[in-house]
Nanobody, 125 residues
Framework: QVRLVESGGGLVQAGGSLRLSCTASGRTISSYTMAWFRQPPGKERDIVAVISQSGGSRYFGDSVKGRFTVSRDNTKNTVYLQMDSLKPEDTAIYYC??????????????????WGQGTQVTVSS
């Protein structure tokens, strides 16, 4: 069983930056595709970014392309989400997720079965 813990959320002004971290325990993440999702208030959870096992392949949701970057340090069992040029519409709870089944990065949300508790990101205008 793997436990995922997100950190780094908070309140930031529009145009600012935040870096989220997701640290895993209980299992080494190097063999697994990892992802970040977010759920804005009153809306469904959407995919933000996916990163393959080695970090060589990445996918970004259309709304964050060019502003967000995903990376991983398998030696630290940690995945990161660097968020730049933040907008008020980026306000959401951000979740880290792991897939035991996905190969590469082209996987649907249903492939991710392990989730963190989420971290709140609020962007003020």
């Amino acid at each position: 069983q793997v436990r995922l813990v997100e950190s780094g959320g908070g309140l930031v002004q529009a145009g600012g930056s935040l870096r989220l971290s997701c640290t895993a325990s209980g299992r080494t993440i190097s063999s697994y595709t990892m992802a970040w999702f977010r759920q804005p208030p009153g809306k469904e959870r959407d995919i933000v970014a996916v990163i393959s096992q080695s970090g060589g392949s990445r996918y970004f949701g259309d709304s964050v392309k060019g502003r967000f970057t995903v990376s991983r340090d398998n030696t630290k069992n940690t995945v990161y989400l660097q968020m730049d040029s933040l907008k008020p519409e980026d306000t959401a709870i951000y979740y880290c997720a792991l897939s035991f089944y996905c190969v590469g990065y082209a996987c649907s949300a249903g492939a991710f079965g392990s989730w963190g508790q989420g971290t709140q990101v609020t962007v003020s205008s």
